[in-house]
Nanobody, 122 residues
Framework: QVQLVESGGGLVQAGGSLRLSCAAS????????MGWYRQAPGKQRELVAA???????NYADSVKGRFTISRDNAKKMVYLQMNSLIPEDTAVYYC????????????????WGQGTQVTVSS
């Protein structure tokens, strides 16, 4: 019932910026937390940034001061502004929504996007 579509990834030189977007489709009552994860080759998937419905944010230490997460509840979208990019940011970035309440059920779900590639050249 819910699908996530990411956009905004690409190739950028070190020091540049990218803005990732994620749109959630489907009839959704509430999304508690929206976030971005990334996975580099040979490494585990890690949390990059997350934002709650109340606006509280959490960032990985490696991106603090450089990345900013935001959300638009009316549009059911989440964004990740990525500034001062470095080669270590190269990874596949995945959109995640957690605590998703659907109509006519008290059960909450989590969903993942397909991922978008971000490559930062030195």
């Amino acid at each position: 019932q819910v699908q996530l579509v990411e956009s905004g990834g690409g190739l950028v030189q070190a020091g540049g910026s990218l803005r990732l977007s994620c749109a959630a489709s489907g009839i959704i009552v509430r999304i508690n937390t929206m976030g971005w994860y990334r996975q580099a080759p040979g490494k585990q998937r890690e949390l990059v940034a997350a934002i709650t419905s109340g606006g509280s944010t959490n960032y990985a230490d490696s991106v603090k001061g450089r990345f900013t997460i935001s959300r638009d509840n009316a549009k059911k979208m989440v964004y990740l502004q990525m500034n001062s990019l470095i080669p270590e940011d190269t990874a596949v970035y995945y959109c995640n929504v957690d605590g998703v309440k659907l109509p006519f059920t008290g059960v909450e779900y989590t969903y993942w996007g397909q991922g978008t590639q971000v490559t930062v050249s030195s």
